[in-house]
């Protein structure tokens, strides 16, 4: 049997707030059905469209040939979008547990019980890993748009009087203020983007960034204080 974890799955995007994490999986006899609806909601409710969702039963279906496995990992590869939660390496372990999924639902049956708890068993690993990645995304993002709120609030105070003569100017001048910014949230959030403070101010101020936007042109939004 997998390790147990305490800890809920929460999704950070779109699609769903759908929680369930490992220690919610039943692998008693009676209740392995519900575990096995379980585990197809965690692997797809958050990530998928319910097309795509249906598309993915068919290809486990598929996955079940010995054959048409490796064709039918590849489909499901592709059939997630790619994301930061979702990349190369989580959607191949996703893979992999869609295929243990359906391995258990076909053992379950058969009446192979003792086959389809070991097969629920390793499709559910997986869930501690997904539940850590989203939640950690989630936060990124949360704090993210927290640091870009501040930047703003300060982009207005050292906005010159008769304002900003071109975007450019106003990131020569706020990139020491974001950069002290990224430098508090480095301390417990890590590295926010890639992206150098100069060049990242300045990719606000073209895209019209709602916050920094209004703070260039000398308005004022309801942004989080220091």
Same mark, same amino acid.
């Given at each position: 049997?997998?390790?147990?974890?305490?800890?809920?799955?929460?999704?950070?995007?779109?699609?769903?707030?759908?929680?369930?994490?490992?220690?919610?999986?039943?692998?008693?006899?009676?209740?392995?059905?519900?575990?096995?609806?379980?585990?197809?909601?965690?692997?797809?409710?958050?990530?998928?469209?319910?097309?795509?969702?249906?598309?993915?039963?068919?290809?486990?279906?598929?996955?079940?040939?010995?054959?048409?496995?490796?064709?039918?990992?590849?489909?499901?590869?592709?059939?997630?979008?790619?994301?930061?939660?979702?990349?190369?390496?989580?959607?191949?372990?996703? #893979?992999?547990?869609?295929?243990?999924?359906?391995?258990?639902? #076909?053992?379950?049956?058969?009446?192979?019980?003792?086959?389809?708890?070991?097969?629920?068993?390793?499709?559910? #690993?997986?869930?501690?890993?997904?539940?850590?990645?989203?939640?950690?995304?989630?936060?990124?993002?949360?704090?993210?748009?927290?640091?870009?709120?501040?930047?703003?609030?300060?982009?207005?105070?050292?906005?010159?009087?008769?304002?900003?003569?071109?975007?450019?100017?106003?990131?020569?001048?706020?990139?020491?203020?974001?950069?002290?910014?990224?430098?508090?949230?480095?301390?417990?959030?890590?590295?926010?983007?890639?992206?150098?403070?100069?060049?990242?101010?300045?990719?606000?101020?073209?895209?019209?960034?709602?916050?920094?936007?209004?703070?260039?042109?000398?308005?004022?939004?309801?942004?989080?204080?220091?």
């Amino acid at each position: 049997m997998a390790p147990r974890s305490k800890k809920s799955a929460r999704g950070d995007n779109n699609h769903s707030d759908f929680q369930v994490c490992e220690s919610d999986i039943p692998l008693q006899p009676s209740n392995l059905e519900v575990g096995l609806n379980l585990i197809f909601l965690a692997l797809t409710e958050p990530y998928l469209t319910p097309d795509q969702c249906i598309e993915f039963k068919v290809i486990c279906r598929r996955a079940l040939s010995p054959e048409h496995r490796q064709d039918a990992k590849a489909q499901l590869l592709e059939l997630y979008p790619r994301s930061t939660v979702m990349d190369t390496g989580m959607r191949a372990k996703v #893979a992999d547990a869609a295929i243990f999924l359906i391995q258990a639902t #076909a053992s379950l049956e058969q009446g192979y019980i003792d086959a389809a708890q070991t097969y629920i068993a390793q499709a559910s #690993a997986i869930l501690p890993k997904l539940e850590k990645r989203r939640i950690h995304q989630r936060d990124k993002l949360s704090t993210q748009e927290e640091c870009i709120q501040r930047f703003a609030k300060r982009l207005l105070e050292i906005r010159p009087k008769d304002g900003w003569r071109n975007i450019d100017q106003a990131a020569a001048a706020g990139q020491a203020e974001l950069q002290t910014l990224l430098d508090e949230y480095r301390l417990t959030f890590g590295l926010l983007w890639k992206v150098d403070p100069g060049t990242l101010v300045l990719q606000w101020l073209q895209q019209k960034q709602p916050y920094v936007h209004e703070a260039y042109h000398g308005r004022s939004t309801h942004v989080s204080g220091d």
